[in-house]
């Protein structure tokens, strides 16, 4: 079995850390607090991946939040870095349990066709919608 490096990016409180637990442990864990899972810090406090990061990775999913309409900022900063990396990009709007309005299905299908995105899954790592889809789609690219 081959291993697969999967980078996982997205602002604070997205869902990250309640999405490798609900792969991990089939479990959703209402106790999870805010983690930073990158320790790497630029000069004005904000998280940052470096491109050492990303050689190691075979895949990224760039994960949103669908209550927060700010969040999808941090995925377009991501893309300028990940530009050139030639690795799959997944894109990811996290908590659709929790979205009552349809906002974002025109804001990201404008975002999927500007940013030349070939993957999205909206998914819910707390009721289970699609959290699977995302590391499906990688595991078939391999």
């Given amino acids: 079995m081959q291993n697969i ?26 106790n999870i607090v805010d983690t930073q899972t990158i320790l790497n810090y630029n000069n004005l406090g904000h998280n940052i991946i ?9 895949a990224v999913i760039l994960m949103f939040d669908l209550t927060n309409h700010n969040s999808i900022n941090y995925v377009l900063n991501q893309l300028n870095l990940l ?22 299905h025109n804001t990201i299908r404008n975002f999927i066709a500007q940013n030349q995105i070939n993957v999205y ?13 995302p590391f499906n789609y990688i595991a078939n690219l391999f």
Avoid: M, Q
């Fill in 83 to 104: 530009n050139g990396f030639g690795i799959p990009i997944i894109l990811v709007g996290n908590k659709s349990d929790l979205n009552n309005n349809n906002w974002y």
């Fill in 121 to 133: 899954y909206d998914i819910s790592a707390k009721s289970n919608y699609n959290y699977d889809k």
């Fill in 50 to 58: 470096t491109t050492t990061d990303l050689n190691y990775s075979d």
């Fill in 5 to 30: 490096r999967v980078c996982i990016l997205g602002d604070h409180s997205v869902g990250k850390t309640t999405f490798i637990s609900r792969i991990l442990t089939g479990e959703f864990d209402n």
